[in-house]
């Protein structure tokens, strides 16, 4: 009888533990929905550059995008995402989403300004990278560099 306790015991606390890692395990999958300007093709490698990086991703079209955009017109770009109350406008490396998702600072967003050449949708067939910045803003519109890459 004692044996029968451990091992319903032991399978009970594997049975908790297993569960607990899965919800852990889907808990850590980073959605990210992603509004793009109708037939805008370099945010379909945006979108290809995050699922590598293990995002999931949602991608809508709309020609009205930008109508009551929250982020500052000098930092806007072709497609808007929304990740866990944050924007992401641009071609924001993955790596910038995943350091500001790690820290949480007090912004709006992040954006990679306009299109810079050798950004993640935006490569070339050299493999250059034009100096860009990535910037963080608020709600009044003030931005300061987020991350630069040269």
Not at 10 to 20: C, E, K, M, N, Q
Not at 102 to 108: F, G, I, T
Not at 110 to 117: D, K, Q
Request: aromatic content about 6%.
């Amino acid at each position: 009888m004692k044996s029968f306790a451990l091992v319903t015991t032991g399978f009970a606390i594997l049975l908790v533990v297993v569960t607990v890692v899965a919800v852990r395990a889907q808990q850590s999958v980073l959605t990210i929905d992603v509004v793009r300007d109708p037939g805008c093709g370099c945010c379909l490698g945006w979108v290809a550059h995050l699922q590598r990086a293990g995002f999931k991703t949602t991608v809508v079209e709309s020609a009205d995008r930008l109508k009551n955009s929250k982020v500052p017109a000098a930092a806007r770009s072709c497609h808007t995402g929304t990740i866990a109350g944050y924007l992401v406008e641009g071609h924001v490396p993955a790596a910038d989403i995943k350091r500001l998702l790690a820290e949480r600072p007090k912004v709006l967003g992040i954006a990679a300004p306009g299109m810079p050449s050798g950004s993640p949708g935006m490569e070339t067939p050299s493999g250059a990278v034009s100096p860009y910045d990535v910037v963080s803003f608020d709600a009044s519109g003030n931005t300061k560099v987020f991350a630069s890459h040269r």
